[in-house]
């Protein structure tokens, strides 16, 4: 069987899917590995790497994509909006693709590929399982962004976040607030603690007072009253209803006027980002602090984000940084290669797990086989009436 990795064509995407440390893992698991020319350069990886591992190099998209029986992306066509329709004339029925393909978000995208016979997996529905955690990719990234938001953070921010002893005085540490103990969240609170900050942080989930509280921070609490479950069975937020919103607003108002930087992570899978952070609530803020809204791919948690650029409101930069893996893209391609590399191998397995929906992690992430779309909430979406029913 051959695996090809064709080079990501998002404007700005530095990532590469697979990385020369686990092409022999690959090969030597009886797999053929053919990648596009110069996909893994801008993340750090030239062709010749890719050769000595046993792949071979390639120089066309439309090569990759005819020889392989499995495609291997970071952005596959729904979360390619820019360019990702490019590539549906070159797959064929029977064709395995595996990434990110965004399907909350761009549900038809599933419906093209349906279209064309192919075999889709979206790797943001792995379950957090512990037999799935080297497969979890969202987790990854997220790891990668919570650390990046840090930095970013420093840099715009005009105080060291350490305390120092100095002949000139002692420099008191900066305080900063994450918002969302998930993944990027919880990384973010371990980065700025090595750094020196006085860091605190909330979340929804008060069973994450724990992880928070074992980085060094002190976990905040809000009275905030709601008999729903604030997690999905898959470990991934819920929305909690506008009326939860404006209440947890209020009571954020006074922690924040005492931090000098904000990161917020909220996010709900497939919807629109919660904001969190009011207008009033940011001009209530110390002069000169920083926020940085991780959410801003999905609209932002604060009521000023401006995906992608940084602004300044009333003395407070307000940084809503899009695709921060990818600026990572060394590392966050070898993390992202170990965790596609170990999806791709379990299910190729001689049983071909996806098939009866008996396996929890091929039946959350398969979207589309047989020339029809699967997955029950994409259905849903495109109002395609439940498998079953369809079926009959």
């Known amino acids: 069987m051959i695996i090809g990795v064709p080079t990501e064509t998002f404007p700005g995407e530095r990532r590469v899917a697979l990385v020369p440390l686990v092409v022999p893992w690959l090969v030597k698991a009886g797999l053929q590995i053919v990648i596009q020319s110069q996909a893994g350069v801008m993340a750090g990886f030239p062709d010749d790497g890719y050769r000595k591992g046993g792949a071979e190099v390639v120089a066309t998209r439309e090569e990759v994509f005819a020889r392989a029986d499995v495609i291997l992306q970071v952005r596959s066509v729904g979360a390619n909006p820019v360019h990702g329709e490019q590539d549906l004339p070159l797959l064929r029925a029977g064709q395995i693709i595996v990434g990110f393909a965004e399907p909350l978000a761009a549900p038809e995208s599933v419906a093209w590929v349906a279209d064309r016979g192919v075999v889709s997996f979206a790797l943001e529905f792995i379950p957090r399982i512990a037999r799935a955690q080297m497969m979890d990719a969202l987790s990854s990234m997220g790891t990668i962004t919570g650390y990046k938001a840090v930095l970013l953070a420093a840099a715009a921010l005009g105080k060291m976040f350490p305390m120092l002893t100095t002949a000139a005085g002692t420099i008191t540490p900066a305080r900063l607030f994450v918002i969302g103990a998930g993944v990027a969240g919880l990384q973010a609170i371990a980065t700025a603690r090595r750094l020196g900050a006085v860091v605190e942080a909330y979340d929804v989930r008060p069973a994450a007072a724990q992880d928070v509280q074992s980085l060094g921070a002190k976990f905040v609490e809000l009275s905030l009253e709601s008999s729903a479950a604030r997690e999905d069975a898959s470990g991934y937020a819920r929305d909690m209803g506008a009326e939860f919103y404006r209440r947890q607003q209020q009571l ?141």
């Open 252 to 392: 954020l108002t006074a922690v924040l006027a005492n931090q000098d930087v904000v990161i917020t992570t909220a996010v709900v899978p497939g919807k629109k980002a919660p904001i969190l952070l009011t207008a009033p609530m940011v001009h209530a803020m110390p002069p000169g602090s920083v926020i940085v809204d991780l959410a801003a791919e999905r609209g932002g948690n604060c009521a000023l984000s401006r995906p992608g650029e940084t602004v300044v409101e009333r003395e407070v930069t307000i940084i809503a940084p899009l695709n921060l893996p990818a600026t990572v893209a060394y590392h966050a391609s070898q993390m992202y290669a170990k965790n596609i590399s170990t999806f791709a191998l379990y299910i190729l397995e001689g049983d071909r797990r996806w098939l009866d929906g008996s396996d929890e992690i091929p039946r959350h992430t398969l979207l589309t086989c047989g020339g029809e779309v699967v997955h029950p909430r994409i259905r849903e979406l495109l109002k395609l009436p439940p498998r079953e029913r369809a079926a009959a």
